[in-house]
């Protein structure tokens, strides 16, 4: 400890327990060597040990007693110890039950519990648990479990799973890390940070989550002065309620005498819960797609602009989006992606803007790299991740501290900024791309662009053999098959249009040529990439520059956004669809959605009419859709129309213009609500997913007797 704080004057008193005489009293050499009176060292069986037997009480009370039970202990009246550590410790109590135990009562009401110590553990033992914290390594396999288990046996030190398990049954989970220990053979071992199992920040345990319930649900949150039980069954019966998955989740613990899940005893609750053993969260593997995020935010704000009364529900993504709007003060984000390492991303983004000065949130965002990135994450970042946040980003440090690379050398989309890199060097021209990026002018990139890059890059070759196959398109660029098709269709009705032609130019490479000739060449002869386009210079330079970056970069919003509570009411991240969580929040609370081109996605009209009816069900009248496609008029707008939007195109990539910085997209769309959906019945559901696979030109009406 003395390593991190000045331990005489950090700490009023420090009790070492232990039940070794030969030990204590070497401990009390070093000490008394040491002059640190405040340390003092108990030789005691922990079970038996009682901080009001040593500790001064104010006004000469004494702390009573606890009794052990679920949510009903008696704390400590004054005083408890703040913090409590077993170094090395629960592995080598055998009556281990009754120490957990004596833990309540000896830690302050806000104080935590640290334990560190080695451990053998099955995925099997934790995979119905929600509250541990996080699975990152915590299995150990049949060999490692069986080795280690019998190599510690031998000094009598067990390391059977029932004694983490009782600490975490016994406690709520703050944060947790499983890893190894290779420099002894790869002992696993854990390290693990608890608080009481009700959280301090309440007096009851249903208030808390009452609170972060209501924030995700934008429903009305009755504090308990105004709150009764008559009140609740009047409510009860007016409505049913509209719950979140994190409040679900709560309730069964509470139920079932279990610690709440570890999302309720992070400092910030930003993150909702959420499941991570599911298939569709592990379906990511455990990576980003995005490490950036590919939306013109300067066109965002313009075409938005934000008040303070609104409340928007945005895709993740890489999190620049939503740090932009943040900046713009609305009065609610709800931040959803899937994918629960874009979160993670995001969660680091806002912890660093809590935890660090200006120049080390640009080494790590703005640059990509940060040799001392790891230290800073447990020193600093720590206390304001949520555990499996934490466990990401210990686990792949390595991603900011590499000599090569760096943040935006990463992602799935790194896989299209590889291949730029290849085909820049197979062509001879990647001093042409440095020069690029050098130019002083915007008629100088032209010609660099013209002359020697767009040669090599938009050549048919490319187009045919890499940027045209499905694989790539989806691994490097995040374009799926449904989204590729618009483009498709897009280039055969140009084609019509244009008259009889080669089969070649009709074919998809073609099509994907010319989509690549409509996105690249207007931003290279109207955007000066150097100067003003970060989202291309960071894919050809690896990283942004001080005077080329997004909006949240900027020193004054980092003195903006690392303000004590900045992102407190203002952040929710979820991990999950778009349709749960709207299904999840209070109707006309909305005032703005942004879907990015997740919409180009879909399959067919039934998915995407029930995703807008949703939309429309929780935006107010008068609320915003902002959407991008790959087509200039995608085929939903018309069932955005029949479910009571107006579209109305905002961007179109028209004449070699550009739609904005990163021109990715051929239109932007508002779809704005302008009437209300009748509650659906089973007939009128019936009658949607028959309307939506009329003919667009037909009516149909229905009769229900």
């Known amino acids: 400890m003395s390593q991190f704080v000045d331990v005489p004057k950090f700490f009023d008193s420090v009790y070492l327990v232990d039940f070794s005489p030969s030990l204590c009293e070497v401990a ?3 000490f008394a060597r040491l002059g640190w009176e405040n340390v003092k060292v108990i030789c005691e069986d922990a079970r038996k040990f009682r901080l009001e037997d040593h500790e001064p009480v104010a006004s000469g009370r004494r702390a009573r007693s606890s009794s052990i039970g679920y949510f009903s202990q008696d704390r400590p009246k004054h005083g408890g110890a703040d913090l409590i550590t077993m170094s090395y410790s629960l592995s ?3 009556d281990y039950y009754s120490v957990v135990d004596s833990l309540s009562s000896l830690l302050a009401p806000e104080g935590i519990v640290g334990v560190v110590d080695f451990y053998v553990q099955s995925r099997v033992d934790v995979s119905f648990r929600n509250y541990t914290g996080g699975f990152v390594d915590r299995h150990v396999n049949f060999f490692s479990r069986t080795f280690w288990r019998a190599w510690f046996d031998i000094d009598r030190v067990a390391l059977e799973p029932g004694r983490r ?11 947790n890390v499983n890893t190894r220990n290779y420099v002894l053979g790869g002992i696993p071992y854990y390290i693990w940070l608890g608080s009481h199992k009700r959280p301090a920040s309440s007096n009851l345990p249903h208030e808390i989550v009452e609170k972060v319930d209501a924030l995700v649900t934008e429903s009305p949150y009755l504090y308990p002065a105004n709150h009764s039980e008559a009140l609740s069954r009047a409510v009860a ?19 079932s005498n279990l610690p709440l899940p570890s999302f309720f005893y992070q400092n910030h609750h930003y993150r909702i819960y959420y499941d991570d053993q599911l298939k569709k969260h592990t379906q990511f593997n455990d990576e980003y797609i995005y490490a950036f995020t590919w939306e013109d935010t300067r066109v965002d704000e313009r075409i938005l602009k934000l008040k303070s009364d609104d409340v928007v529900l945005a895709i993740t993504s890489a999190g620049d989006n939503i740090l932009s709007y943040a900046l713009q003060k609305p009065a609610r984000i709800h931040a959803v992606d899937l994918n629960p390492a874009q979160n993670h991303l995001l969660e680091l983004k806002v912890a660093a803007y809590s935890s660090l000065p200006y120049e080390d949130f640009w080494k790590i965002f703005g640059e990509g790299k940060h040799p001392e990135f790891r230290s800073l994450l447990i020193s600093k970042m720590s206390p304001h991740l949520s555990s499996r946040a934490f466990q990401y980003w210990l686990s792949n440090h390595h991603i900011f501290t590499k000599s090569k690379g760096g943040l935006y050398d990463t992602g799935g989309s790194k896989h299209g900024i590889r291949i730029f890199r290849w085909i820049t060097r197979v062509f001879g021209c990647r001093s042409a791309v440095q020069d690029l990026l050098q130019a002083k002018t915007l008629n100088e990139q032209r010609e660099i662009w013209r002359s020697r890059i767009r040669p090599a890059l938009l050549s048919r070759l490319v187009s045919k053999f890499v940027v045209s196959q499905e694989a790539f398109l989806w691994t490097a660029l995040g374009v799926p098959k449904n989204q590729l098709s618009l483009i498709e269709q897009d280039h055969g009705a140009s084609a019509a249009v244009a008259g009889p032609a080669p089969t070649a130019r009709n074919s998809r490479s073609h099509a994907i040529w010319r989509y690549m000739v409509d996105t690249l060449d207007p931003v290279a002869e109207s955007s000066h990439i150097a100067a003003d386009n970060p989202y291309y210079r960071v894919c050809l330079a690896g990283s942004f520059a001080p005077a080329c970056h997004p ?18 009411d203002l952040l929710r991240i979820h991990t999950d669809e778009i349709e749960e969580v709207l299904a999840r929040i209070a109707p006309g609370t909305l005032t703005v959605a942004v879907v990015m081109d997740s919409m180009d996605w879909f399959g067919g009209r039934e998915a995407a009419a029930r995703q807008i009816a949703k939309l429309n069900r929780a935006l107010r009248m008068g609320g915003r859709v902002m959407l991008r496609s790959a087509g200039l008029r995608p085929w939903y707008l018309d069932v955005f129309e029949r479910y009571g939007f107006a579209p ?3 961007g179109e990539r028209k004449g070699g213009a550009c739609i904005d ?7 932007c769309w508002i779809c704005t609500k302008r009437e209300n959906l009748a509650p659906p019945t089973p007939e009128m559901e019936l009658f949607y997913l028959l309307d939506v696979n009329t003919s667009l030109s037909r009516r149909a009406t229905l009769k229900v007797s």
Request: aromatic share 10%; proline share 5%.
């Open 165 to 175: 398990d009782y600490l975490e049954y016994s406690f709520g989970t703050v944060l």
């Open 28 to 30: 009390r050499k070093r």
């Open 551 to 568: 909006e949240y970069l900027a020193r004054g919003a980092h003195a903006r956004l690392a303000r004590p509570g900045a992102f407190d």
């Open 237 to 255: 019966r007016a409505a049913p309620e509209i719950r979140s998955k994190a409040f679900d989740a709560a309730i069964v613990n509470l139920s």
């Open 648 to 650: 109305k195109c905002v």
């Open 661 to 667: 910085r990163v021109n990715m997209y051929a239109s």
């Open 92 to 94: 080598m109590i055998p």
